[in-house]
């Protein structure tokens, strides 16, 4: 029972997909907008150490978010779907649906996603809606998609859930 549970990834598993290149650019586009609108505010405002303070702040959050989506798997196991995230020790965990209570997973297609390649997917569960996970800009995250539908296929036809 705990190794289903485990907030650490297993060692048998399968990564289907990782955020894309789409996830970096709000990020970037807001750190960059913040440093070249609100520091130059705050040299008029304050002074240069204000300035360089906030700065360095605004840089050190931009660093955080760009390892947070960095950090994102989405990955298949014997026990179910699961995505692993977090940067620091007491904010790493997984999330997932097992096998036995996955309703479907499907991407959602549109220009952007067939231009970038980056597809949101939603991995339903078969019992609540508080329950799926629903992830945004997701590399291959329509191959992803279609893997876990035939893995559960092929263990419904085998007769395991």
Not at 27 to 42: E, K, M, Q, R, T
Request: charged share 15%; with cysteine; hydrophobic share 50%.
């Amino acid at each position: 029972m705990s190794e289903e549970n485990s907030n650490a990834m297993s060692s048998q598993l399968a990564i289907l997909s990782r955020k894309s290149w789409l996830a970096y650019v709000g990020p970037v586009l807001a750190c960059s907008l913040i440093l070249v609108v609100a520091v130059p505010l705050l040299v008029q405002i304050f002074s240069w150490r204000g300035a360089i303070g906030a700065g360095a702040l605004v840089v050190a959050y931009f660093g955080y978010q760009m390892l947070m989506i960095r950090s994102v798997k989405l990955y298949v196991d014997e026990a179910g779907v699961w995505v692993y995230a977090g940067v620091f020790p007491w904010s790493r965990g997984v999330a997932g649906v097992k096998w036995r209570d996955l309703d479907e997973a499907v991407y959602f297609q549109g220009l952007v996603a067939w231009i970038t390649r980056a597809y949101g997917v939603r991995i339903g569960h078969r019992f609540t809606k508080s329950n799926e996970l629903m992830l945004s800009a997701m590399s291959r995250g329509d191959q992803a998609a279609m893997e876990i539908n035939a893995r559960h296929q092929a263990m419904i036809r085998a007769g395991a859930y």
